[in-house]
């Protein structure tokens, strides 16, 4: 953003405006440092002249300044329009064919809009919708505009997609993210340990995390932070309140939906289970938790937080085998942050922070 700020207002408003359209900005990223190659490769004063173009049209993207800096846009002024079309235009036979008139196009868009409606292409409508009310839209050729409808689609259909795995997530803290976490408290968290889990490749190569440590210390939000960036990289989430997660057992043993629930279970990417031992609970359902990761090996990775060291766990399950076989699932290819400090809520320890 001070990059932006250097070249000029009209850089800063744009990529401004590309990360405000995105659900988190850094999603914009990309684009934006597409947009500094190309000031690099134009200079300040070009880009600076290409985004103000941009934003004039509202085609705020970064193919949109490309291609306004690749045909040279950005040294015409502003006002210049393009001069109309004559009504007829000859074709290579000598033949013409005859524009239609307006009342004849405005009576093609409504079919349009309706079939787009139907294909779902909600993104891609909007955006038409936009261009139709944008006179200075005509600069831009057949596909350059086509491609902003596609990247607009695109980008609808990504953000409803995000929405919609938040949604089945249940993340407890639903705006939890990576980079709202404090560091500044002294809790025995690294940065470089929350940057190694922030591609959640250790999700996709089937690994666990274990996060242990005191009430208060912030387990829960790092939790819900990764379960959070999962879902931006596309990953099946849910998270889970442990004593919940055992009434659920209970309750799909009285319905006979328990086979149901732990293939559902079984199929996620990224299975939560926060606070662990913070409720007694019965063996049967540490016997149900214990088939659950079984059915996940090699299909997922699991997330568990507890206010009890690892070395506690045998003593906080109860029975011994399942102790040792719910250990031997999660401990062994498990990333762990061991947390302990003052309480987050404790308002002396944030005055002291």
Known sequence: MQWAQKTGPACAQLVQRIMDERP???????????????????????????????????????????????????????????????????????????????????????????????????????????????SGIRELDFEERLGLLVERQWLWRENRALAARLKNAQLKIANATLEDINYRHPRGLKRAQIEQLRASAWVQ????????????????????????????????????????????FEAAHADGSLARLLKTLARLDLFIIDDLGLAPAKARQYRDLLEVLDDRIGRGATLLTSQYPVA??????????????????????????????????????????
């Open 205 to 248: 190569e089937h690994r666990n995390c274990l996060i242990t440590g005191p009430t208060g210390i912030g387990k829960s939000y790092l939790a819900c932070a990764l379960g959070h960036q999962a879902c931006r990289e596309g990953l099946r989430t849910r998270y889970f309140y442990a004593p919940k997660l055992f009434r659920a």
């Open 24 to 134: 988190h900005p850094e999603q914009g990223f990309r684009s934006c440092l597409g947009i500094i190659r190309l000031g690099k490769a134009a200079g300040p004063q070009r880009l600076e002249a290409a985004c103000r173009r941009a934003l004039h049209f509202g085609t705020c993207s970064y193919r949109s300044v490309e291609s306004i800096l690749q045909h040279r846009l950005d040294q015409q002024p502003l006002e210049q329009e393009l001069p109309l079309k004559s009504p007829t235009t000859p074709t290579c036979g000598g033949a013409t064919i005859t524009a239609k008139p307006p009342r004849f196009v405005s009576m093609l868009t409504h079919p349009t809009s309706e079939r787009l409606r139907a294909l779902r292409l909600d993104g891609l409508l909007e955006a038409l919708e936009e261009q139709r009310r944008q």
């Open 312 to 353: 506690q766990w045998h003593d906080t399950i109860g029975d011994a085998t399942v102790a040792d076989a719910l250990l031997d699932r999660l401990v062994h290819n498990a990333y762990r942050l061991e947390l302990d400090g003052k309480s987050l809520r404790d308002p002396k320890a944030m005055t002291a922070d």
